[in-house]
Nanobody, 126 residues
């Protein structure tokens, strides 16, 4: 079992940057190959895939709307996954969630993930 806690959200002006963190805990996390994903959900909208990183950190995948602006990385020793968000736009406003999946690949849909954090609010003003 895995517990995930997001942090780092807040209010930022368009063009600015934020770095979100997802701290993982649980005795199985350090010995299991967990892929980590980031999703976001705006009010009244479906939960949307943002990006994901493989268990080793060697492979990453992003949705087209954030390519070149967002970067996912992970520090397995610290059990933290990061989402660096640059050149933020008002349409990036949403609650951001991290998720974990016991997988050697990089899942991209919510149904593939087993564990979820509580979410952190990101608001981008114009």
């Amino acid at each position: 079992q895995v517990q995930l806690v997001e942090s780092g959200g807040g209010l930022v002006q368009a063009g600015g940057s934020l770095r979100l963190s997802c701290a993982a805990s649980g005795r199985t996390f350090s010995t299991t190959t967990y892929a980590m994903g980031w999703f976001r959900q705006a009010p009244g909208k479906e939960r949307e895939f943002v990006g994901a990183v493989s268990w080793s950190g060697a492979a990453t995948l992003y949705t087209d709307s954030v390519k070149g602006r967002f970067t996912i990385s992970r520090d397995n020793a610290k059990r933290i996954v990061y989402l660096q968000m640059n050149i933020l736009k008002p349409e990036d406003t949403a609650v951001y969630y991290c998720a974990a999946k016991d997988s050697v690949g990089v899942p991209t849909t919510p149904r593939e993930y087993d564990y979820w954090g509580q979410g952190t609010q990101v608001t981008v003003s114009s």
